[in-house]
Each structure stands twice: as structure tokens, then as C-alpha cells.
């Protein structure tokens, strides 16, 4: 049986994504060489970083005031590299959602002076904070759209386009990226890791704003974006198999109709399952209604009796990888652009299922 994977990432991938991909492991279109094994400076590769870019340029509409970058070192490494670009003199805002954006501060902290603009840690980060104000000296503000762990997600980016006129603009995408329609130009940075939205752990997209880094003397050659733009992702061996994989997503995606089309299947996959959580009494979920994600739906069993025997279900089924993160407990159910509708219905299914065993429990 084919498992319903909701895995909140490395995660589930199209399966014709998959097939072409495992196809190229064994011989890259009729080169008679594998895609493990060719050159990245080979006219091969080329083409495919090529691609990548272009076709991550006309799904989300950036036009030339933004760069394509192709990196490694995941989502970590851009906590890191960011505040190390952006860095000024006064330092970064932060806007602290969960696990991610505080280990973003922690790595900001390392570089220098770094501001919490707002904070959710007083309710475990289940809503996302609003109408907070900035210093106008920022170097920067930092947020993190999605927040994986706890199911949170800036809805639009009204808060953010009150400041982008002002004060540049650093995102972690990492789990929502490609799912909506955004306006580019509001971010001066974007960083999300591979293996959520796009394709296998390994390559980490970066968009950055062409005129938004002021070049700066002695940065570890790896860590200056400059580097990068100038050799054109290629100032160090790419992680070829990753790009691959994220060019087969995107071409996919391209060819369904692009970001307005898959929103609106996310939109339905997210409203069916929110919608048993809420109708369902043995489920609760976990974040606050207005800021629900629309890739990670974070929901708890209160009944340990009920826990088990959906956990039960759940294996009957086929559905993986909805244990929660062990700071929210409960379940997960990751739901990315792959995920289709029907293994939702499968999960809202078992749901209902659960009710009912409850029901024949109470008359007996
Ligand atoms: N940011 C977010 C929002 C994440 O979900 C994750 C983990 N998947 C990370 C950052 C860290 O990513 P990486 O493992 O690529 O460093």
C-alpha cells in the first residue's frame, strides 16, 4: 500500500517527480551517464541551474530587481549568512514565532546587536503577533512565515508591507514557500531549505534583492552572497542531485498551472481538515484560528484511549508522519503542495471514525 505521508519534511515529494528522478539516477536523458556523475560545469548541468532559476523567476514573478540562488547549507546556515550580510550597525528585528526564528536569533546574537521586536513564546507560539512597532535604526526585521513546529503562519504580509518601504526585509520561507502567492517585492532576502516544498535536503533557494547587500570587506568566501551572484550559484560544487529534483518539482508545478492553482488546492486541503478539527469533539487544534498554517495542521487527541486508537487507525491506513514535534505534542499533519486531496480525505476519514468508536464506547 502506498503510505499517506505527512511528514513535515525532508517529506512527500510528487510521485512523478520521484519517478523521473530515480529514472536520471541510472541515466540522465539518453547521456548515458548518470545524473550522480556528470560535471557541474558540463553544459547538462548548466542547463538545469538554468532552468531552476528561470522557472523560480516566472512562478513567483520576480523580475530583475531580485537574484536566484541555489545554496547548501539549509535554512541553518542562512540564519547565520543573513545576519552576517544585513548586518550593520544597529542590527536586526526579530519577530520570534517558535523553534525557528529562535534559533535564527541565536545564530543573529553571534554577529552582533540583535532587537526581539515581538515575541508568541508566551502562549508556546500557537498565534503569530500583530501590530507590533520597529525601531526606524534597523538594520533589518526578520520573520519566519510558516512556523513548521507549531502551525502558524502569517496570513498575508500586511504587517510586514507596513515596513518594507523602510527597512529591508528578511524571510524563512522554508515551509510555505511556492504554496501562495506572495509579492516579491517586499523581501530584501528569502531563504527556504529544499525539502519541504521543493525537492530532497541539500539545496537551500535564496531570492535576494539585487541592491539591498552593501558589498563587505574579508566574509568568508562562502558566506558572501556576492560571491554567489557573481558565479551564478556555481562559485562551489552545487548539490546537483537536489537542484535536479527541485527543477522536476518546479517544472511540475509549472505545468498544473502554477502558484495561483496550487494555493487554491492547498486552500482546500487546509479548510477540510481544519473543518473536522472543529467539528470533531475529540480534536482540538492547536493554533489560534486566525493564523492557522496552511501546510503544517497541528491538532491533539485529549483522550489517551482515543490517542491510541487513532494512532491505531492511522497505521491501518497507511498514514505516516503525523506524530507532533516534541515541544507541541500531539499530532502534525504536515500537508504540502505534493500532499494530495485525497490522502487528506483518507485522514479526515479516520477522524470521523474516531468519533464514532467513542460513541460505541459511551453505549456500551
Ligand atoms: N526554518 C524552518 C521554518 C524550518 O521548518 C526548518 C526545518 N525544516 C528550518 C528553518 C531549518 O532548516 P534546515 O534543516 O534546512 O537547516
Redesign the pocket.
Known sequence: MKKHNFS??PSILENEVIKKASKSVLELDNSGLSLLEISHRGNSFVEIIEESISLTKKLLGITDTHEVLFLQG????QFYMSALNFFNEYGGGYIDTGT?SSKAIIEAKKIGNTHLVASSSDMNYNYIPKGFKIDNDLDYIHI?S???IYGTQFQDFSEIKRFSKKTKVIC?M??DIFSRNFDVNNFDLIYA?A??NLGP?GA?LVIIKKNSITAKKNLPSYLDYKNHIDKKSMFNTPPVFSIYVSLLTLRWLDKIGGISVIESINKKKAKLLYNEIDRNHLIEGYSVKTDRSMMNVTFSINDLKMQNKFNELCNENGIVGIKGHRSVGGFRASIYNAMNFESVEVLVEIMKELEKKIKWRRIF
Not at 74 to 77: H, I, V
Open positions: 513535515a519534511g539549509g535554512a541553518s546556515l525557528w519566519t510558516n512556523n513548521t524563512d522554508s515551509s531549505g525539502q519541504k535536503a537551500t
